[in-house]
């Protein structure tokens, strides 16, 4: 099947940079992201996209226009399609069987009836949202008892692994696309159109064909080690701070042995994002609906690593300060779960500044991306009570505002410019002792102590 139109349901952080990827390496191949959110496809269609990602608007620049879409008219969308993306959100189920562990497969389900709904002739279904094993069976069970009679299908997972800051660079030169698809000929003839599109910009040796299910596991263990590293590391961060070790070193040490490697073991407030509690949540309720607690036990240590990796640090800002921050101002410098994107799912700020506000203490943030409602929003959704965001948060347009009459400052995010701040000017502006918490191991700790700085670094100790 040669693919000359490709459809994409969901034009978030996912469906809109990799569409724009495609769009831009196959030129010959029109590419429309539909989505029902207007804002968000107005947004697509401005010089302000609604992702933030550096290299991004050159890539939508380049094809938008000529064969790159973005509409809300989904079900011509879904009409004109010879291969169909799927990439709505699949949250962690908030209400009933499987709260709070399982995915919300609701959009999933909604988007397969509406395919089903419009299609006519041949389509490729391809899976691109992270969902449990298994899930193509629910989709192809849709689509064959709600479909036309001439309509037919082929259901494919092919999992997304960009990470957010880097979305562009992992999507034009990607360790590996992973492709599942039905043992079957029709299967195997899906599967070769799927390669077809990314060999237009990929190299062959880098495009894994599997079976179904372990292209569907394959992504939420993906995610389950990345995160599973971060903890270990994190658990190690706190054996460090308690013994004179230093986390950075530790790390360096161990990465070198090329069997475990140096990626991923940087030590941290704790991860956040919107995919790796919510996978390794989704792989948990897995292993329990399929009678294996034990590995479910093993997998759930890893969030509840990370959730004690945030709480400790609001413990040892409590703590130094002289156990009480009722009143104190303290600057919170970065809002987003990691560097260079505006996304703040489960970032581990939230959890901080929660806990803080929780403390009664003036929370003044500081974020280069992240806009003043959203930093509202997150905290009201972590049931901050409205009435405390509005007497002890305050959204500042520069560090040094943040810190101006605070008693310390914590740095969250590993944003770049952090790494340069005028320490005489933050240090001029804060009382005394002014206190500084780095939770990302970025800020110059010997300059810092110069200036007269009291510094609390993630994973070191004293
Ligand atoms: P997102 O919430 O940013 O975007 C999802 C979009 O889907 C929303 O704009 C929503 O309006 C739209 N939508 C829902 N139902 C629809 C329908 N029937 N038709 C058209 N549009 C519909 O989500 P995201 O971050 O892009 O993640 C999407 C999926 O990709 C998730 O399963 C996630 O786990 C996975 N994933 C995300 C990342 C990431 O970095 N964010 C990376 C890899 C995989
Ligand atoms: C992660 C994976 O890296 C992607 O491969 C995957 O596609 C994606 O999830 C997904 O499925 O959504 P992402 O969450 O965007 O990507 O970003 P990461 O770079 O993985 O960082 C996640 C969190 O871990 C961030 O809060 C980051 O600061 C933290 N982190 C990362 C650390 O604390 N230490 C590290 O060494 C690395």
Wanted: glycine share 6%.
């Amino acid at each position: 099947m040669n693919i000359k139109s490709i459809c994409c349901l969901g034009a978030g952080y996912v469906g809109g940079p990799t569409m724009a990827m495609i769009a831009a390496k196959c030129p010959h191949i029109q590419v429309t992201v539909a989505d029902f959110n207007v804002q968000r496809i107005a947004a697509w269609n401005s010089d302000s996209l609604p992702v933030y990602e550096p290299g991004l608007d050159e890539v939508v620049r380049s094809a938008r226009g000529r064969n790159l879409h973005f509409s809300t008219d989904i079900k011509a969308a879904i009409a004109s399609a010879d291969l169909i993306f799927v990439s709505v959100g699949t949250p962690t189920k908030s209400y009933g069987i499987g709260a709070g562990r399982a995915a919300d497969l609701r959009y999933i389900e909604s988007a397969a009836r509406l395919i089903a709904e419009v299609s006519q002739g041949h389509k490729i279904i391809v899976e691109k949202s992270t969902i449990p094993v298994k899930t193509a069976t629910a989709i192809k069970s849709i689509l064959a008892a709600n479909s036309r009679a001439d309509a037919t299908f082929d259901v494919l997972s092919n999992p997304e692994f960009l990470a957010e800051g880097t979305a562009v660079e992992d999507l034009s030169a990607p360790d590996r696309i992973l492709i599942g698809g039905e043992t079957t000929p029709g299967g195997a003839d899906a599967v070769e159109a799927l390669v077809s599109v990314y060999a237009n910009w990929v190299p062959r040796e880098r495009i894994i064909t599997t079976n179904l299910w372990s292209s569907e596991l394959s992504k939420l263990v993906a995610n389950a080690f990345l995160a599973q590293r971060i903890s270990s590391i994190n658990s190690i961060s706190a054996l460090c701070e308690a013994t004179g070790a230093d986390v950075d070193e530790v790390s360096r040490a161990i990465g070198t042995d090329s069997r475990i490697g140096p990626k991923f073991l940087k030590a941290s407030v704790g991860f956040g994002g919107s995919c790796f509690q919510k996978d390794i949540l989704n792989l948990v309720y897995l292993c329990e609906s399929f009678g294996l607690p034990e590995v479910a036990a093993y997998w759930i240590k890893v969030i509840e690593l990370n959730d004690w990796q945030k709480s400790r640090f609001v413990e040892k800002i409590v703590r130094t300060l002289y156990n009480t921050v009722t009143g104190k101002r303290i600057a919170i410098l970065g809002f987003a779960f990691k560097k260079d994107t505006n996304d703040t799912r489960e970032s581990a700020s939230i959890a901080v500044c929660r806990d803080l506000l929780r403390e009664r203490a003036q929370i003044a943030v500081y974020d280069p991306r992240v806009d003043a409602d959203s930093i509202r929003q997150d905290l009201v959704e972590a049931g901050v009570d409205p009435e405390l965001i509005n007497t002890h948060l305050q959204i500042c347009d520069s560090p040094y505002t943040a810190c101006q009459g605070a008693h310390a400052l914590a740095a969250l995010t590993e944003w770049e410019e952090f790494r340069n701040l005028d320490l005489i000017r933050l240090y001029d502006g804060m009382l005394k002792p002014a206190f500084v918490f780095d939770g990302r191991a970025i800020l110059p700790t010997a300059a810092l102590k110069a200036h007269g700085f009291e510094v609390f670094v993630i994973g070191k100790g004293v």
